[in-house]
């Protein structure tokens, strides 16, 4: 039995930190989203795809996922709300809420899922 309880214990620790990510994530405002965005570079993942979008200071924003298929869009922050909005042809608007990681990256609410991201200064993308 007391085999049993030492693995229970273990795999506990072992998802922990896993489990205790999304609840340590912070809410971003929308004047904290702006600063980190705001004529910078992500590389992220969103779903299994790789990608880079650049923020310009104008609300232009240029998407380049992995496969090289460059989008260009617009994006902008409502200040009310305190979320993210990014337009492109396909979606029109569409809202996103943004988080700070506990590990200084950031992540995208989309859904039920956290789609992270580290933001590289300045613009990355030709």
């Known amino acids: 039995m007391k085999h049993h309880e030492f693995f229970v214990t273990l795999?506990?620790?072992t998802l922990l930190p896993a489990l205790a990510t999304p609840a340590m994530a912070?809410?971003?405002s929308?004047?904290?989203?702006?600063?980190?965005?705001?004529g910078n570079t992500i590389e992220g993942v969103w779903g299994a795809d790789r990608y880079h979008q650049y923020f310009a200071e104008?609300?232009?924003t240029i998407y380049v996922p992995s496969d090289g298929k460059r989008a260009e869009g617009r994006w902008r922050v409502d200040p009310e709300q305190g979320i993210y909005e990014s337009w492109w042809r396909s979606t029109g608007?569409?809202?996103?809420?943004?988080?700070d990681l506990p590990d200084g990256g950031y992540a995208w609410i989309n859904g039920d899922r956290m789609e992270t991201f580290e933001v590289e200064e300045g613009q990355q993308i030709e």
């Not at 929308?30 to 705001?38: N, Q, R, W």
């Open 11 to 13: 795999m506990a620790f």
């Open 93 to 99: 608007w569409t809202p996103y809420s943004m988080v």
């Open 26 to 28: 912070q809410s971003m």
């Open 58 to 60: 104008d609300g232009e």
């Open 30 to 38: 929308a004047s904290e989203i702006e600063d980190v965005l705001a």
